[in-house]
């Protein structure tokens, strides 16, 4: 807005053309004044309510296959519509050969994304050992990591060796240090799954304990290449790993299983302290699911 005095003026001291100058003027300070009134209220509001962090989250995808087409379609389409901070992925981001992202397996499957200049957050899937794609591609040059979107803190865990203990205690430390609300982990092998590969002993042992404990509301895997949503001990579990490689069944029994699906898709989330709002989207941008997880307070007090 121009400072005041460009519109200041007194009429007493103008013609009768000038008057009519003056009072215009007058007129227009006093419309802008009302205007600041009425949008003042807006604009503290929106400072204090946290922004939403709007992500999309792919597992089991770096094919070549159709179906990898038809997902990164899908995603692409998403993305247009309400554009992603970044994309996540679950793990076995690069088959054939493994690791190593190539023309067939990623630059002209992922081409949509890649133009609409898309960022990743990635994790390492056993297929991804092979090459080193996932850190000089994707950005993740280190197995496991953390990082921070407005409210939500993420922690992006390595799957293939869940017995680390060095990993153990950068899990702990980053949960019971951090400030944000929001606390969601990743991995490529699921600790809890109905899907043809078994779950992983190891990372349950090692890191549910500390999920329960600091307050993580959803975790994030892939895998086994379908859909699931498991909820148990307080914590969201979902799996999704229909990005492009060929689909498993839903073979086993679990506790808290909600849906399991063999199925091509990815998932929308938008994440913040109200809840953590999850879509499951099919290719042709279908609702195979729809949750709202909610955010869990953590059972001690985070130290800086």
């Given at each position: 807005?121009?400072?005041?005095?460009?519109f200041c003026g007194d009429p007493r001291r103008s013609s009768s053309t000038g008057g009519d100058v003056s009072?215009?003027?007058?007129?227009?300070?006093?419309?802008?004044?009302?205007?600041?009134?009425?949008?003042?209220?807006?604009?503290?509001?929106?400072?204090?309510?946290?922004?939403?962090?709007?992500?999309?989250?792919?597992?089991?995808?770096?094919?070549?296959?159709?179906?990898?087409?038809?997902?990164?379609?899908?995603?692409?389409?998403?993305?247009?519509?309400?554009?992603?901070?970044?994309?996540?992925?679950?793990?076995?981001?690069?088959?054939?050969?493994?690791?190593?992202?190539?023309?067939?397996?990623?630059?002209?499957?992922?081409?949509?994304?890649?133009?609409?200049?898309?960022?990743?957050?990635?994790?390492?899937?056993?297929?991804?050992?092979?090459?080193?794609?996932?850190?000089?591609?994707?950005?993740?040059?280190?197995?496991?990591?953390?990082?921070?979107?407005?409210?939500?803190?993420?922690?992006?865990?390595?799957?293939?060796?869940?017995?680390?203990?060095?990993?153990?205690?950068?899990?702990?430390?980053?949960?019971?240090?951090?400030?944000?609300?929001?606390?969601?982990?990743?991995?490529?092998?699921?600790?809890?799954?109905?899907?043809?590969?078994?779950?992983?002993?190891?990372?349950?042992?090692?890191?549910?304990?500390?999920?329960?404990?600091?307050?993580?509301?959803?975790?994030?895997?892939?895998?086994?290449?379908?859909?699931?949503?498991?909820?148990?001990?307080?914590?969201?579990?979902?799996?999704?790993?229909?990005?492009?490689?060929?689909?498993?069944?839903?073979?086993?029994?679990?506790?808290?299983?909600?849906?399991?699906?063999?199925?091509?898709?990815?998932?929308?989330?938008?994440?913040?302290?109200?809840?953590?709002?999850?879509?499951?989207?099919?290719?042709?941008?279908?609702?195979?699911?729809?949750?709202?997880?909610?955010?869990?307070?953590?059972?001690?007090?985070?130290?800086?």
């Open positions: 807005m121009p400072p005041p005095d460009q009072i215009r003027r007058m007129n227009r300070i006093a419309a802008l004044t009302l205007a600041a009134a009425v949008l003042a209220p807006v604009a503290i509001a929106s400072a204090q309510t946290p922004a939403s962090t709007h992500f999309l989250v792919v597992g089991d995808w770096g094919t070549g296959s159709t179906q990898q087409a038809d997902v990164a379609k899908a995603m692409c389409a998403s993305n247009a519509a309400n554009p992603a901070t970044f994309v996540m992925t679950v793990g076995d981001n690069f088959y054939s050969p493994d690791g190593v992202a190539t023309d067939g397996n990623y630059y002209r499957p992922m081409a949509c994304l890649l133009a609409q200049g898309i960022r990743w957050r990635a994790v390492w899937g056993n297929h991804d050992l092979g090459g080193n794609s996932t850190a000089t591609v994707l950005g993740a040059r280190k197995r496991y990591y953390t990082y921070a979107n407005g409210t939500t803190r993420f922690i992006m865990l390595d799957g293939n060796n869940p017995s680390s203990s060095a990993q153990r205690t950068f899990l702990e430390r980053t949960l019971n240090a951090a400030k944000e609300p929001v606390r969601i982990v990743a991995m490529h092998q699921p600790v809890y799954t109905a899907g043809l590969h078994s779950s992983s002993y190891e990372g349950r042992r090692a890191w549910e304990p500390l999920f329960k404990k600091y307050g993580v509301s959803l975790v994030l895997s892939g895998h086994n290449h379908n859909y699931e949503r498991i909820r148990t001990g307080g914590v969201t579990y979902i799996t999704s790993g229909g990005g492009g490689a060929s689909l498993y069944p839903c073979v086993r029994s679990q506790p808290g299983l909600v849906m399991c699906k063999p199925v091509n898709q990815f998932l929308e989330v938008d994440s913040s302290p109200a809840g953590i709002a999850v879509r499951a989207v099919d290719v042709k941008g279908g609702t195979i699911d729809q949750v709202t997880v909610p955010v869990r307070v953590a059972k001690v007090t985070a130290r800086g």
